[in-house]
């Protein structure tokens, strides 16, 4: 059963994607909120596995939001997607920064929806990896960020990961890439994950494109 | 300056060579040894000064050698040094002092030696009056020169008023662009929001229905495929108007006959040179690279002079370069201006993680080099 949390500030489109998601066997909705610290509040109180945040919301926004939820060791198993009305932009790309799974547009069509809250909750690959690579890409192209701390670290095989986990390739696309097993991939990759301080595969790519250990091009 | 200077009015000085010639004439009657070489000499010398703001240079030496000619044949008294006296004051406010001043020193020797050694009056009151002459040839050059900076001057200023005024309307046309753009996102960002609560409980009931096996109402289908509708319309609207605040649609790269066709046919002879392996710019990197072109073309035309100009667009693995220089006045009377367009370039280079470059170069003229990284299009 995944347990879901709705943060969105239009009442109708909290009710839209209840009904969606209640009607789902292996899906429940555990609470709704209309701005981000009321959210935080029902993250803490009932720990759901994805939490559904509108970026933009009176009073505190969905990045803030996810910046919280993300820094709060408590929540280390909540995992954010935002919601967007526009797709590709700044937002999402400073909600992605900011620790959340992925991002979805808010017409999405329901089962791509449900399909992507499924994939979150496994919190083991990217949400629409071609987007959110190019997203990133584009972003970091566009203005440099200081370079994250943490490359030093990795061993040679972790960048190698890390590398073909930012150009969106999944677990078993890398292993069959490396000629080695998923399981010895997903072991990488956690490793990676956990040196650089990401909490999710998409900080991953950020940290990725950040270091230079991927550029936008390749 | 040279502008200023070329729009020298020439009916005054014809007006005046016409005069001189007249004067002379008449008092050169009076002057013992006056042939028909004599006359000839000086309507030749002093008619030539009606286009001493066209040609300085051969004016001087065709009006000194004249009335040179004159005052060695006939031995005439100072009259004969007038024509010479403008004549040098021309030269020298079109920045020839040292030809100006060489001019008068020979007039004068030669006219000295040629009184001399005729011995007509005392050699004392022949010195005397060569002194004299001599002050009124150091006044000429001293007032060419002085007129020419005062010309100068007044020329700069008019220019940085322009720059100025200029400077003025971009900030005026910024501001009202920025206004559209904010009204633009305040329309964008309500809209999107009601139109995406239709999109999603459409989206939802018709899933829904499907879900358990009813038939989907028309009408259900028909809300969600206007919803989308809306929802691009409103995009394309917005992409729209944010292009309309920077730049106008399509000035890039591809534009760059049609801008250089335009700039030669306002009277800057220019060429155009690309190198290397053309490809796909990101849209950013090719905006810049058009404006850095349109501005310096732009400055070449005002502030130049006489110029030819030559763009060079050189695509680099790893950069396009963009250098565009002219052959005219660079000199650092005309060092860049603030408000030339310079730092506008030097913004939109920076941002894009490129490097830009204008200085005079060492053999005239000035050059712009703009190097603007390319990275692959992802």
């Given amino acids: ?218 | 300056m040279l502008f200023e200077l070329r729009r020298h009015k020439t009916v005054p000085d014809v007006a005046l060579a016409v005069a001189l010639t007249a004067v002379q004439i008449a008092s050169a009657a009076s002057v013992p040894g006056t042939g028909p070489l004599s006359y000839a000499a000086i309507a030749a010398g002093c008619l030539a000064l009606a286009v001493r703001g066209r040609a300085p240079v051969p004016v001087l030496l065709v009006t000194t050698a004249c009335m040179l000619a004159y005052a060695v044949a006939a031995a005439p008294a100072q009259q004969a040094a007038f024509p010479v006296l403008i004549a040098v004051y021309t030269a020298a406010r079109h920045d020839r002092r040292l030809l100006a001043a060489a001019a008068g020193a020979v007039f004068l020797s030669g006219s000295l030696a040629a009184s001399l050694a005729g011995a007509a009056q005392p050699t004392r009151a022949i010195v005397e009056q060569t002194v004299l002459l001599l002050g009124w040839f150091l006044a000429a050059v001293i007032g060419g020169t002085v007129s020419r900076h005062r010309a100068a001057y007044l020329e700069q200023a008019e220019q940085r008023a322009a720059e100025a005024e200029r400077t003025r309307e971009e900030a005026a046309r910024r501001r009202a662009g920025e206004e559209r753009l904010r009204i633009a996102r305040e329309l964008h960002d309500s809209l999107t929001h009601s139109i995406s609560v239709i999109k999603v409980q459409a989206g939802v009931a018709i899933h829904l229905a499907r879900k358990h096996g009813e038939e989907v109402p028309e009408a259900l289908l028909a809300i969600r495929e206007a919803g989308a509708d809306a929802m691009r319309e409103l995009r394309a609207t917005l992409e729209a108007l944010r292009d309309a605040t920077g730049e106008p649609p399509g000035s890039g790269l591809d534009q760059l006959d049609s801008l250089v066709d335009r700039v030669r046919s306002a009277g800057l002879p220019t060429t155009v040179t690309i190198s290397g392996e053309t490809r796909r710019l990101p849209a950013a990197v090719n905006r810049a690279a058009y404006r850095i072109v349109q501005e310096a073309l732009t400055n070449v035309s005002r502030h130049a002079g006489p110029a030819t100009a030559a763009v060079t667009i050189s695509y680099e693995p790893q950069e396009l370069a963009v250098r565009v220089e002219d052959d005219g006045l660079g000199s650092p009377l005309l060092s860049p201006t603030p408000g030339n367009g310079l730092i506008g370039m030097r913004e939109r280079v920076t941002a894009l993680g490129g490097r830009l470059q204008a200085h005079p170069r060492p053999q005239g003229g000035f050059s712009v080099h703009a190097q603007l990284p390319i990275k692959d299009l992802p």
């Fill in chain 1, 1 to 218: 059963m995944i347990r879901v949390l709705l943060v969105d500030d239009q009442p109708l489109i909290r009710a839209g994607f209840r009904a969606l998601l209640e009607a789902e066997d292996d899906i429940e909705v555990v609470g709704e909120a209309s701005e981000g610290a009321q959210g935080l509040a029902l993250a803490r109180r009932h720990l759901p596995d994805v939490a559904l945040v509108d970026v933009q919301m009176p009073g505190m926004d969905g990045i803030e939001t996810t910046r919280r939820i993300a820094g709060d060791p408590d929540l280390s198993g909540v995992h954010v997607i935002i919601l967007t009305n526009y797709g590709l932009d700044e937002y999402v790309y400073e909600a992605l920064r900011a620790g959340a799974t992925g991002f979805l547009v808010k017409d999405t069509d329901p089962a791509d929806l449900l399909h992507g809250i499924q994939v979150a909750a496994r919190g083991d690959a990217l949400l629409s990896p071609a987007i959110t690579r190019r997203l990133i890409g584009e972003f970091v192209a566009r203005r440099p960020h200081p370079v994250p701390a943490g490359l030093p670290h990795l061993t040679d095989r972790e960048r190698e990961v890390t590398a073909l986990a930012a150009q969106g390739l999944s677990n078993d696309e890398i292993a069959a890439h490396l000629v080695i097993s998923p399981a010895t991939v997903k072991t990488h990759v956690s490793r990676a994950m956990m040196k650089v301080h990401a909490r999710d595969r998409a900080q991953l790519v950020v940290f990725a494109y950040q270091s230079g250990l991927t550029s936008p091009g390749g």
